[in-house]
């Protein structure tokens, strides 16, 4: 069962440099989620989605731009990226609201 | 706002100690609450959940009761094993929001 997938895994940029994460699910889920998750500071969700063509801002959007296209598919992009960006990023999907989310393996991402 | 807030790692303990990882939440309304693991390398995998108060959740030996009264969801177990070595993340959720807040995690090392 592939559940969430997540591409690529690591990632290495140069300051100012765009980038667009990926996240598949098959598990025909509603809601998707970014997270990023840093030293000491747990997950923090950075844009969401519930239902295809459909984004929304979490707790730290700013820097990130999300789209929805395909129900399956949730894509996260910097197109402007900063050291500060520099994290591991989680996608997560769940059936619905308040409902446990499955996480991808993550993003390790790099800003030089 | 919601929010999360754990014991501070690291948690080292001897195979067959008895485990204990305070849990207590801040939140409106009444939020079901969760414990996710992260084993190195990977992303969060659900461990237990409870989703009113007096609920107990449990899962491969673990258990944490949702306490209203204290605002607390503990996480135990009687006997931990050198393969429970990971970082333990508390998490609520309210039904109606799509916000997942977690704690900032722990982590559990336990030597053979």
């Known amino acids: 069962n592939a559940g969430v997938t997540q591409t690529p895994k690591f990632r290495v940029l140069k300051t100012g440099q765009s980038m667009t994460l990926l996240c598949a699910q098959d598990?025909?889920?509603?809601?998707m989620y970014w997270y990023r998750q840093d030293p000491g500071m747990g997950l923090r969700l950075i844009h969401y989605?519930?239902?295809?063509?459909?984004?929304a801002k979490g707790e730290v959007p700013d820097g990130y731009n999300v789209s929805r296209l395909k129900k399956q598919n949730f894509l996260l992009g910097l197109e402007s990226a900063a050291p500060s960006q520099t994290s591991v990023y989680f996608c997560a999907s769940s059936y619905s609201q308040g409902q446990p989310q499955h996480f991808g393996d993550g993003t390790r991402l790099s800003i030089l | 706002g919601n929010s999360v807030t754990q014991m501070e790692g690291p948690v080292t303990l001897s195979e067959e100690a008895f485990l204990t990882i305070n849990c207590t939440y801040t939140?409106?309304?009444?939020?079901?609450l969760f414990w996710y693991v992260q084993y190195p390398g990977e992303g969060l995998q659900l461990l237990l959940k409870?989703?009113?108060?007096?609920d107990k959740g449990s899962n491969k030996g673990f258990e944490a009761t949702y306490r209203k009264e204290t605002t607390s969801f503990h996480l135990e177990k009687g006997s931990v094993q050198v393969s429970d070595s990971a970082v333990y993340f508390c998490a609520l959720s309210r039904r109606n929001n799509n916000d997942m807040r977690f704690g900032a995690g722990t982590r559990l090392t336990v030597k053979p």
């Open positions: 989605s519930v239902g295809e063509g459909t984004t």
């Open positions: 939140a409106t309304g009444y939020p079901s």
């Open positions: 409870a989703t009113k108060a007096d």
């Open positions: 598990m025909n889920h509603e809601y």
